[in-house]
């Protein structure tokens, strides 16, 4: 089993829909999440952090479960400039440097 | 600032031969790390440093040796090139010390053995 499994994906969405991501992970004593983009070819960039609280930027909405050991991505209002990789991330310390990646799950957004 | 740079952009090697690809960050990041990324695939740890001096192996270290004379630099040797070291090869930079520290990554280095 892997330390991070996501969705495997492709996500084929129209614009405006609203697509949710999972990811689950392994190790009980992972303490950061993030959710990473990565555009084709390019290089994975912050999206957003994840907190136990839940945390929102503008149309995207992180949630972690610890219990569950369960994060989730809901993007809302899908615009073209979605489409892309998204890479679940977790840290078992506060050591940035050990983050262990998920596969990615691929979202398309169609006009 | 330059944030993380690496070059090459693109390599191509023959099987056995060695190569060194180069990464450079200017934030005065402590810790450096290197990744793999084959194709639909995530990123895989290949060796990461805490700082100047100090390194340790990720998930897929065997091929590849690294050394960490400076912060700014983290260079990355393939010893014997493979066809299976076929990859793009991300450098990243973070700073502890943070809560929820991020990761900022070079441009990647397009790798091709034959």
């Known amino acids: 089993r892997k330390e991070v499994e996501q969705d495997p994906g492709p996500f084929n969405v129209p614009e405006g829909a609203t697509v949710a991501f999972n990811c689950t992970y392994s190790n009980s004593a992972s303490q950061s999440f993030f959710w990473y983009r990565q555009d084709c070819r390019k290089e994975p960039k912050l999206l957003m952090s994840?907190?136990?609280s839940g945390n929102e930027d503008g149309r995207f909405t992180a949630q972690l479960n610890r219990a569950s050991q369960y994060i989730s991505l809901l993007i809302r209002d899908s615009k073209l400039s979605d489409s892309a990789t998204y890479l679940c991330v977790v840290t078992p310390n506060t050591n940035a440097g050990k983050s262990t990646f998920g596969d990615g799950t691929t979202l398309t957004v169609k006009p | 600032n330059a944030g993380v740079t690496q070059t090459p952009k693109f390599q191509v090697l023959k099987t056995g031969q060695s190569m060194t690809l180069q990464c450079a960050q200017d934030m005065n990041h402590e810790y450096m790390s290197w990744y793999r990324q084959d194709p639909g695939m995530g990123l895989r740890l290949i060796h990461y440093?805490?700082?100047?001096?100090?390194?340790d192996q990720g998930e897929v270290p065997n091929g590849y040796n690294v050394s960490r004379s400076t912060t700014e630099d983290f260079p990355l040797r393939l010893l014997s090139a493979a066809p299976s070291q076929t990859s793009v090869y991300f450098c990243?930079?973070?700073?502890?010390?943070?809560?929820?520290?991020?990761?900022?990554f070079g441009p990647g280095t397009r790798l091709l053995v034959l």
């Open positions: 440093s805490v700082g100047a001096g100090i390194t």
């Open positions: 994840v907190y136990s």
């Open positions: 990243a930079s973070s700073s502890p010390g943070r809560p929820k520290e991020t990761q900022y």
